[in-house]
């Protein structure tokens, strides 16, 4: 299999330079939410192993919230993010960037701090690359040519379908298999359809794959003896804060909201950028270092298989860790409108929803870190609106698909692609068309 | 925190009964011409409470305001913003609009009302027994309502003995509400139960997330004194308590379209079309449900046997859709669910809390429906025409036919707008691509997708049948979202002095 990567390039603007990103940025939109796919500064559909990408300008609107807290207003640089998700290694995919287009790139990060007409392009993005704590994909190996490939092969099975229902109405499910296994092989064989192989799984990805599978438990036993008496202390104090700690969720001005929601469903899939302040101190910092991992080690081990738990919409998402870890920004690309993946995600996951945001300032207040938060779901839908930012350029390789419509297609063709399948799979292999 | 009872002295009547014994209503969309006018014609007319009276009355009232209706009466800034921002921002706003699917010919552009130039205040609307209708109305509005408002327009309705006009037998499946509260809905359900709390209808109780959703709470003092205190602030005054969010949508109905297109996809055999008509909707024109009904009782859908033979059933029975399409209207409208997939408990409860051990394609796709649902109030209009009159060409003049669609909710976006979103306009609603509703859906490109004019009809062993090309066959004409205020609220939009 081919791994996906992820990029997070992230430099602090130039004050002066803001409107002039603003303005570049505005430019590569037909019209806000609507990126000109092949605009002039960075023309995205040109790179055919690019997932998901999108420039984001970080102006968190809640940097003061620790004000519930005593604390003075921090001051935090206004971040330029640059973000994309795609097949293979993520440095190559960035050289490869800067060697094909590198007027616009430059145009952009000009309007950053420190980056001059004589700056190395590629270098310095990969310098400026942050990691992320936590990432997830939808479904590790399928790559943008995989989704494309059995996209064309579904509506050609459909179209095949379609034109021949009447041939195929009361054949039973093996003789309609093999009808559309010809029939797809015909188009194969003239170079209509492609279904190409899977690349072979880079050995060191594997390697690290395997050692992080196996090295994370085994360091936790390891650290057992500290994990028994550190806790006790720690959640002691955990407690203390759960039933103490400040909730700010008030009404999102409706400005805002329609800021947001001019950038939302123009496709069938959104983007989604929030962004907000640790709770002070060591205890809620750590505990969120610790409930990231933990995801982390799900998404990357367990839910591999197109479900964050029961969460079937999410395509990408990560959760990156900045300003010496006092604030954190979640990005993510989900099917549906807003509304629609709050309600998944409290009704489905709020644990892990809560695991994996309430030691964020002014969260709804949670229970044994798990429980309650988010099911105080005006209060939760609040919050996350309140720490949404304008995500200001937004690509997907392939619109008008969801994830669903992504686990569809590769079922249908591994189905296709077999010839060993059983009575029952067969129906279910007929029903997915 | 206690939940008091339930003072149904307070509560528009429209709540708790329908008024389906009252078969004529009108509905009159108004905008306020004179402020003290209004003010005292509200103050006097005879708006209907929720009581049970014996003998039932023979006419009702009630009213409810858009945000620019309670804005014109004068209702404070700070109070009006606490109302939900889907209120305030209206049906019309233009994101919301994407989501709504009003876009192209459903656009607001193209309403007959609704739209930001022709915004009602308020609705009054008047239900009355047979015959009725036109005394009621005449002896409401004299005096001085010319005074008062300026009509938009009238919306008269008729009654096809609860039949919608595609000829279905409509307004089947209703959600019980628990007056009595005794819900404990923060639990996990894992079976589909048709009770649902009191505050998923009515603000001020809880909602199913056993929460109060937000509403405008407002400092007691002379004014509002006779407002009831709220559950959860005991130091402030409810003004949304017993009221809730009306919101109507004026749905026009092409009939001919619809059995015309049945027909032809069918070659004209009327047994055929029948049955396609049913797969559309998910149920007989009579009104049986695709499914088999089930041995187990449901909570909350009654006793009565008509009611066990309609509304007894969840898809659990048919998770390949072979009996009821995935797309059908009903299943769309209430797929049925409950928290989880599968009725699971103890340690497969825990592995389903994680997603883990189903991996089937369709498994858990849609949100646990308890917490959309809605209370239909709608009523037709135009006159009846069956399904083989529907067959002719329509004659110069045709009367239009369709639906003044009603619903009542706590929570627009939660309930109403993510019932229209997520599940009636999706056109990957299930698993599906390719189609939305096979009534309702507005069939406008998406791009990237071949077609959004499908329906699927799921086979047993076979290959699942595709109706393609199918016609927008429901046109929206106006629409708004209405506050429909307690009796008390009322009183005190009502009062003098407001601006």
Redesign the interface.
Known sequence: MTPQSSFMVLAPIAPPREVELRRLLASMNDAPGRLNANNALLPFGEFDTLHMARFVILDDKTVDDVHIYGLSKPTYPLYLAFVGDLDGDADKFLEELARREPRGLRAIFSCCEGFTPDTHLAGWMKAHRRPAITSYVNWPGRTVRQVREEAALR?AL?GY??RN?SA??????RE?HATLQRFANTEKSTGRLKLSAESSTPLGWWARNLVHLIGVPLLLLLASPLLIVIPVVFLIRLRRLEKTDPELCP??A?SY??EL??L?????TNQFTAMGSFKPGIVRRWTAIFALWIVDYGARH??T?G??????TIHFARWVMLDNKRRLVFLSNY???L??YM??FI???G?GLNLAFSNGVGYPRTNWLVLDGC????KFKEFLRRHQLPTQVWYKA?????A??L??NA?IRRGLESSSMSDQEL??W???? | MRSSEVDYNDIQGLVRFGHKQMPDASYALLRVRSVAAAQAWLRSAPVSSAVLMNPPPSTALQVAFTAAGLRTLGVATSVL??FS?EF??GMT????S??LGDVGSNAPSQWEWGSPASEPHLVVMFFAASGRLDGFVQSSTGGIWNEAFEVVRWLDTVSLDEHEPFGFNDGISQPQIDWQQQRVA?GVQVDYSNIVALGEFLLGYRNE?A?Y??RPLVDADTTTAALLAAEDAPEKKDLGRNGTYLVMRDLRQDVRSFWQFVYRQTGADPAEAEKLAAAFVGRTRAGDPLVPIQKQAIPGIGSRPDQIRQNQFTFDQDP?GTSCPFGAHVRRANPRNA?YPGRPTGLALLF?????GR???RD??E??VR?HRILRRGREYGPALSPTDALAPAPPNDPGRGLRFICLNA?I??QF??LQ??WIM???FS?L?GEADPLLGNRAA?????TTRDFTI?ED??????V?GLPQFVTVRGGAYFFLPSLRALRYFARTGNA
Request: glycine letters at 4%.
């Open positions: 509506d459909e379908v379609q229902a195929l109405t009361g054949l039973s499910p309609i009404r999102v409706p909201s329609e929601a001019i939302e469903d123009h496709d069938v367990v839910f298989h479900r964050l738990a029961r969460v079937r099917d549906g409108s509304e629609s309600d998944d009704n489905k996951v644990f099911k105080d779901e005006r392939y619109p008008g698909l969801t669903v419509d686990e569809r079922r129906r279910d007929v029903a997915l068309l | 913003a606490a921002p305030i921002a706003e233009e994101n919301r994407r989501r923060a997330y929460k959703t937000d390949a928290d389903a809390t994680f997603g883990l991996n089937a394609f858990d796709l949100s646990s917490f929570n976006s939660r707008e993510f979103n997520a999706n056109t990957k698993g691509t998406i791009p990237g997708c071949t799921q062993t076979e290959l699942r049948r595709k393609s």
